[in-house]
C-alpha cells in the first residue's frame, strides 16, 4: 500500500517562493506516474503538474507554467514542487497523487494514491 506525506507548506508573500515535497512509503515510488493538485477553499480541486515514472515527461497546468516546477528523486521515494513567483491566486492546501497507470494525466480521478495535503497561503 502505498502512503504519502507532503510537507513544506506554509505562509509566504506574493512573489516570493515556496519549495514543496512528498514523501512516499515503500519501493513502489519508481513506477508510479506523479502529480501535484490543489484546492482552495470553496472550490473544486485542480490540475497542477505531473511527472512520468521515469521523470522525463512533465505537464503544467497553463496557470502555473512558467513559474513552478515538478521533479522527483527515485532514489529517496520523494517528489517536489518547486514555486516561483507567486501570487495570491495560488492559496490552496496542495496535494501529491500517485498512479501505476496514467491515462489522462490532469484529472484527479485518475490517481488511486493521495497525500493528506500542505496548505500554502499567499498573502499580498
Known amino acids: 500500500q502505498v502512503q504519502l506525506v507532503e510537507s513544506g507548506g506554509g505562509l509566504v508573500q506574493a512573489g516570493g517562493s515556496l519549495r514543496l515535497s512528498c514523501a512516499a512509503s515503500g519501493s513502489s515510488f519508481s513506477v508510479l506516474d506523479m502529480a501535484w493538485f490543489r484546492q482552495a477553499p470553496e472550490k473544486e480541486r485542480e490540475f497542477v503538474a505531473a511527472?512520468?515514472?521515469?521523470?522525463?515527461?512533465?505537464h503544467y497546468a497553463d496557470s502555473v507554467k512558467g513559474r513552478f516546477t515538478i521533479s522527483r528523486n527515485n532514489a529517496d521515494n520523494t517528489l517536489h514542487l518547486q514555486m516561483d513567483s507567486l501570487h495570491p491566486e495560488d492559496t490552496a492546501n496542495y496535494y501529491c497523487a500517485g498512479t501505476a497507470i496514467v491515462r489522462y494525466f490532469s484529472q484527479h480521478t485518475a490517481y488511486p494514491y493521495w497525500g493528506q495535503g500542505t496548505q500554502v497561503p499567499v498573502s499580498s
Open positions: 511527472i512520468n515514472w521515469g521523470g522525463a515527461r512533465t
